[in-house]
């Protein structure tokens, strides 16, 4: 098993052996990759030309991994955010340190998910207003019988 995982940087695809290598790795660093992607735009940045490499776990966490034109890994971007890697001449290793640093931030990410607010279609309907409504409208009903049942009390037991 060789340390680097070269990318075909000119003919990068989802369909690489390169990239299944990467997904195996990080199967068994303990991430399943649900989705690669590979962006095809080349991009500059610092005088580097890169390509954008996306890959979606099932936790819904997301590693951008940046190569550049020499196949090797440039940059890695979790959850959109730079993350440094120790182990820059060894991708085996770097996708293991990536992994781990998935596993330790997962509760955090998982909280941030669960804040965000997503706004329904207005093409979507809820049954929310209506069953206020009735429910409102059955509470006032048992309240007025509640009522009722008091006030046949208080003549019971007054005659």
Same mark, same amino acid.
């Given at each position: 098993m060789s340390k680097n995982i070269l990318f075909p940087f000119t003919a990068m695809s989802s369909n690489d052996p390169a990239m299944k290598e990467v997904a195996r790795h990080f199967k068994k660093a303990g991430a399943n990759v649900v989705q690669a992607e590979v962006n095809?735009?080349?991009?500059?940045?610092?005088?580097?030309?890169?390509r954008?490499?996306?890959l979606s776990?099932?936790?819904?966490?997301?590693?951008?991994?940046? /190569? %550049? +034109?020499?196949?090797?890994?440039?940059?890695?971007?979790?959850?959109?955010k730079v993350v440094p890697i120790r182990d820059q001449d060894d991708h085996s290793a770097? /996708? %293991? +340190?990536v992994a781990k640093l998935m596993e330790r931030g997962r509760a955090a990410f998982q909280r941030k998910l669960a804040k965000v607010r997503v706004a329904l279609p207005s093409s979507v309907k809820t049954a929310?207003?209506?069953?206020?409504?009735?429910?409102?409208?059955?509470?006032?009903?048992?309240?007025?019988e509640i009522a009722a049942i008091d006030s046949e009390l208080e003549a019971l037991a007054a005659g």
């Open positions: 095809p735009a080349i991009r500059r940045t610092s005088g580097i030309a890169y954008e490499i996306h776990f099932t936790d819904s966490q997301i590693v951008t991994l940046r /190569i %550049k +034109e020499t196949g090797d890994i440039y940059q890695v971007l979790l959850n959109k770097a /996708i %293991k +340190e929310a207003p209506k069953m206020e409504a009735l429910l409102v409208q059955r509470r006032d009903s048992l309240a007025a």
